[in-house]
């Protein structure tokens, strides 16, 4: 049986305060979760604080990004080894707002994808199409593309350790969600790439599901077979919110 994991991207947001109060809920309200796992990945200055609130807990933390370099002059980077040291356990890589408004292209996304593994932690690769490609009939070919950026690191993994998250751009802070159906079918595709290169281990992959995901729609969304948690944007910023998503995905 595949995992089941909803990880909160808190993207630019929060302050000691505001976190402290959010994970403290969020903390002992998803320690009775049967099978489904919870994580936040926060702002690079909140890892120390996320490592000592919920060390003791059931909740895991990683962060949004990671330099691809191991180090050196990058000034305003950080390198994968430093995010080890605060126990991190998953690193987005390749979120759209990397992609879009910072330059990020394939190549550099599977170089940090690579950073992440060698350095112990778990990547959550993102790949998601827009509002033009989907249109434009692009989806899969988009979508397929991104993926296959990273096949050689990808397949070099042990089972597991990797994982993949679908957020079609055109969904993500817009209100709009994908339909089940269509999130599904990009899903199901999703996992047909990945049987290219790592064959049946494609059937272990957890494959998230992002894009103004709440707790309205989160049941609706995890219940389709392919779909394995969410990678939740806004929402995982109301405790109350992140709390019924988390429990959604419980089955």
Not at 105 to 131: H, N, S, Y
Not at 220 to 249: H, N, T, V
Request: proline content about 4%; charged content about 20%; glycine content about 10%.
């Amino acid at each position: 049986m595949r995992e089941r994991l909803v990880v909160g991207n808190w993207k630019m947001n929060g302050s000691l305060p505001e976190n402290q109060l959010l994970l403290d809920q969020v903390k002992s309200n998803v320690s009775t979760l049967r099978s489904a796992r919870c994580a936040v990945c926060v702002p690079f200055p909140f890892l120390a604080q996320a490592q000592q609130l919920l060390s003791q807990s059931s909740v895991a933390w990683g962060a949004q990004n990671v330099s691809q370099h191991p180090k050196g002059a990058y000034t305003g980077e950080v390198s994968a080894g430093m995010l080890n040291e605060f126990g991190t356990s998953y690193v987005i890589v390749g979120h759209s707002e990397r992609r879009t408004l910072y330059g990020e292209d394939d190549a550099l996304v599977a170089a940090k994808f690579r950073a992440v593994k060698q350095a112990g932690m778990r990547p959550i690769l993102c790949v998601g199409e827009t509002l033009s490609e989907r249109e434009a009939g692009r989806t899969e070919a988009v979508v397929g593309r991104q993926l296959r950026a990273v096949a050689e690191a990808w397949a070099a993994s042990p089972r597991g350790e990797c994982l993949l998250a679908y957020e079609p751009v055109w969904a993500i802070g817009t209100g709009r969600t994908a339909s089940p159906d269509q999130a599904q079918a990009v899903h199901s595709c999703l996992r047909t790439i990945l049987g290219e290169f790592i064959g049946t281990e494609a059937d272990d992959v957890a494959i998230l599901y992002g894009g103004s995901v709440k707790a309205e729609n989160a049941a609706q969304l995890f219940a389709q077979p392919d779909i394995d948690g969410g990678l939740i944007g806004g929402a995982s910023l109301i405790a109350k919110e992140f709390i019924a998503i988390c429990r959604a995905a419980d089955r």
